[in-house]
């Protein structure tokens, strides 16, 4: 009983999924929308220094600043 209730949502998920898919078109983000107004494209660095560089420094303070202000180790007496 119990595979059939995993194979019944396994089903409805594919299939949800799959309706997904098949109705969000691409080709309508070919077409211009009125007050569109895109700006300049970003370059590979800027690209890399955004999604790539700025996450790992933040994950790296945040990493940081937890080890620094843990409270949880034992204090020298």
Do not use: H, Y
């Amino acid at each position: 009983m119990d595979k059939k209730n995993t194979l019944r949502a396994g089903a409805l998920a594919a299939g949800t999924t799959l309706m997904m898919l098949l109705m969000t078109s691409p080709a309508l983000a070919l077409t211009r929308d009125d007050g569109d107004d895109p700006g300049p494209g970003l370059s590979v660095a800027e690209t890399l220094g955004l999604f790539v560089v700025a996450p790992l420094v933040i994950f790296g303070v945040i990493a940081g600043l937890v080890m620094v202000l843990d409270k949880s180790r034992k204090q020298p007496a």
